[in-house]
Structures are given as C-alpha cells and as structure tokens.
Nanobody
Framework: QVQLVESGGGLVQPGGSLRLSCAAS????????MAWYRQATGKQRVFVAR???????NYADSVKGRFTISRDNAKNTVFLQMNSLKPEDTAVYYC?????????WGQGTQVTVSS
C-alpha cells in the first residue's frame, strides 16, 4: 500500500505563505485525482483541493484564489501552495487520493496561522 508523508507545515503570521509537500512511496500516476484535506482541532477532516492526472484543479470555496495544488507524477509528489493565510486555515493537512484514499493516511503536517 502506498505510504504518504506530508511536510512543509509550520507557524506563520496571517497573510503569510507556506508550501506543503506530499511524498508518496509508490506511484501516484494511476490516481486520477490527488487531493489535500485538513482537520482542525475538534472537527472532521474536510476536502481542501484536488488535482487530476491531467492537471485540472478544484478547490473548496474557503481557499479558492489563495491556494494552488499541483502534482509531479515523475516524483510521486503533490504540492499545496498556500498564500494569504488566515487563522481559520489552522489545521493538520493531509494528502491522499480523491474520492477514495490511494493509501494509508499519513500523520499530516501542522499549519498554524497566528500573530
């Protein structure tokens, strides 16, 4: 089963930027969609963005215009560029397939937006 490892999170001030990476232990080229999700403390995990194998993207309304998802099939990596971050973006961020998981859920990467 594909293992997914997220990285790139951290503490950032409101209005700042972060770039998250998700490295897969196996090929993601067979996954029609790869996606990022997030889970805030005490809340359910929710969809953030997805990218098709052809590069088409979709975003949750809450991040549209601020976040950009991309994928590098050759390197089995998915990225999430996050700009104009807000305190409500604070969460643990995960990547996986969409709508079904490609592999086991990783530990995620913590993003904290605070002044």
């Amino acid at each position: 089963q594909v293992q997914l490892v997220e990285s790139g999170g951290g503490l950032v001030q409101p209005g700042g930027s972060l770039r998250l990476s998700c490295a897969a232990s196996g090929s993601i080229s067979g996954a029609n969609f790869m996606a990022w999700y997030r889970q805030a403390t005490g809340k359910q995990r929710v969809f953030v963005a997805r990218v098709s194998s052809g590069g088409s993207t979709n975003y949750a309304d809450s991040v549209k215009g601020r976040f950009t998802i991309s994928r590098d099939n050759a390197k089995n990596t998915v990225f999430l560029q996050m700009n104009s971050l807000k305190p409500e973006d604070t969460a643990v961020y995960y990547c996986n397939g969409w709508p079904l998981p490609l592999g086991s859920w990783g530990q995620g990467t913590q993003v904290t937006v605070s002044s």
